[in-house]
T-cell receptor
């Protein structure tokens, strides 16, 4: 199936610093990518929709100034967690879909803010 | 409201037996897609199977089959001949509309499956 690659797999950062997470579609072009967050023992919750060449769309309750999304090309979307705090520690995972009914996910990034 | 419900927080199954994981959904839309994903402890989301709302036959992928009952709004996952490696979290998800990659998925709360030897 189609491949979505996400890096890094895990990251530990100090409180107050910023962290960038990359999501790439390796064998298809994705005008739209999605960012989800998953807290321990919970389900995936959509944070934002990343649109190539335009502004991201954020879900209610997600701070757009804190979670910066850039979708500069048809194969790359980035999520930057700015001024990270311990409560931002979570599992972040991106998704993209080639033409057709499928949807694929990156490997996910486990963020720990200390 | 559009909602996905998985009522089984945890399930146990003996190795080599079949198991059914339940999923119901609530939508007034006619066009939608239903997905099942497996999430092992590593966290990756592994795509298992897809069913479109207009598909007349139940989807099958190897040992996975989707028991789609449209009138009941259910999309249960059946895993045949369970293997130890099937132990994981399983999520049912739904995507509304026919815009394919332009729509996000909405997930159920998940079912943790444990396969016992």
């Amino acid at each position: 199936g189609a491949v979505v690659s996400q890096h890094p797999s895990w990251v530990i950062c100090k409180s107050g610093t910023s962290v960038k997470i990359e999501c790439r579609s390796l064998d298809f072009q994705a005008t739209t990518m999605f960012w989800y967050r998953q807290f321990p023992k919970q389900s995936l919750m959509l944070m934002a929709t990343s649109n190539e060449g335009s502004k991201a769309t954020y879900e209610q309750g997600v701070e757009k100034d804190k979670f910066l999304i850039n979708h500069a090309s048809l194969t790359l979307s980035t999520l930057t967690v700015t001024s990270a705090h311990p409560e931002d520690s979570s599992f972040y995972i991106c998704s993209a879909a080639p033409p057709g009914p499928s949807a694929f996910f990156g490997q996910g990034t486990r963020l720990t803010v200390v | 409201a559009q909602k996905i419900t998985q009522t089984q927080p945890g399930m146990f199954v003996q190795e080599k037996e079949a198991v059914t994981l339940d999923c119901t959904y609530d939508t007034s839309d006619q066009s939608y897609g239903l997905f099942w994903y497996k999430q092992p402890s590593s966290g990756e989301m592994i795509f298992l199977i897809y069913q479109g709302s207009y598909d007349e036959q139940n989807a099958t992928e190897g040992r996975y089959s989707l028991n789609f009952q449209k009138a009941r709004k259910s999309a249960n996952l059946v895993i045949s001949a369970s293997q130890l490696g099937d132990s994981a979290m399983y999520f049912c998800a739904m995507r509304w509309g026919w815009e394919g990659g332009r729509r996000a998925l909405t997930f159920g709360s998940g079912t943790r499956l444990q396969v016992q030897p």
